[in-house]
């Protein structure tokens, strides 16, 4: 089961402007659903979404690809099958530019959700950005969002 609260992140210049960034990842448990005869447990990617918030047990709250320039992101992924010390690294990108990336490590193997949040001091820029989500090199999703007044 995944239980875990790290917060990891490099804040970095973005455009012409300073931004401070806060990243954090937090996960939960979730109830394991059946399990289905396999040769051995594989992260798998559920579900992948953006939202504006994220619950007690980090399910998302107010799923949208829209963001006003002032919200805070928030990527929530639905992951089966981790294993413990799993590494997931979540890379937000505005355009084509990397604004920062964030690692979180399971602590526990399981199924649950793993919340990857992204905050600025400053208004965002407008305009389209994604965050991207690997483990072990290899891209296990990528989700696009705006940011519009």
Request: hydrophobic letters at 40%; proline letters at 7%.
């Amino acid at each position: 089961m995944i239980r875990q609260r790290q917060p990891q992140g490099t804040p970095k210049a973005f455009i012409l402007v300073i931004l401070v960034l806060t990243v954090a990842c937090q996960g939960t448990t979730l109830p394991t659903p059946a399990e289905s005869p396999s040769s051995g447990p594989s992260l798998v990617v559920l579900d992948a979404v953006t939202s504006r918030g994220v619950g007690n047990d980090y399910a998302p709250i107010d799923i949208t690809s829209r963001f006003s320039p002032t919200d805070t992101f928030y990527c929530i992924l639905q992951i089966a099958g981790a294993e413990q010390d799993t590494e997931l690294v979540a890379r937000w990108y505005f355009g084509g530019t990397l604004i920062t990336e964030t690692t979180y490590i399971t602590e526990n193997e399981g199924t649950g959700y793993v919340a990857f949040e992204l905050t600025n001091q400053q208004p965002w820029p407008e305009g389209l950005y994604r965050v991207e989500v690997l483990s072990a090199g290899v891209a296990l999703r990528s989700v696009e969002f705006r940011v519009a007044k």
